[in-house]
């Protein structure tokens, strides 16, 4: 059964609600405030460019992704997810680039719960939730847009 994570920030007048098991997450203001720009308490979600290697190398790629792209390492991956999870990050995004065709996708991919549980999982961020951003192309033809 899925668990519901509910986090209130009092001094900033919202919560979150975010479900770990599908990335379902939720910002809500308290009633008469607005919807804060960014978090004091650090980042809820962060979006990390894993490569910027693409072999497409689409004329309007908006990340200026190629073939001559290079690839972050895995150990400065886990050193800002480790700091993210000391801020309470609850969701982790992989991009590129594309992020596929990093030769080691597999392995940043058990980092975010591999962090967790090397910190003690005294952490607010015990609900890490991986996400993967890639061209649609290589999911296959299985995939239906709707
Ligand atoms: S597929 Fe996406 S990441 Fe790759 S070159 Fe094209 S726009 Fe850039």
């Known amino acids: 059964m899925a668990t519901l994570r509910c986090q209130h920030y009092p001094d900033e007048h919202y919560l979150t609600l975010f479900n770990p098991e599908t990335g379902f997450f939720v910002r809500a203001e308290e009633h008469g405030y607005g919807e804060p720009f960014c978090s004091a308490q650090g980042p809820e979600m962060i979006d990390i460019s894993i490569t910027n290697w693409c072999s497409r190398e689409c004329q309007v790629c908006y990340r200026g992704a190629s073939r001559s792209g290079v690839h972050m390492s895995l150990r400065d991956y886990e050193t800002v997810v480790r700091q993210a999870a000391r801020l309470g990050t609850m ?46 192309l290589e999911l296959g033809d299985s995939l239906e847009i709707v």
Do not use: K, M
């Open 91 to 136: 969701q982790v995004a992989l991009g590129g680039g594309n992020p596929n065709e990093h030769p080691r996708t597999i392995s940043f991919l058990y980092v975010p719960y591999d962090v967790w549980a090397a910190l003690g999982g005294h952490y607010r961020s015990a609900f890490y939730s991986p996400c993967i951003s890639t061209p649609y």
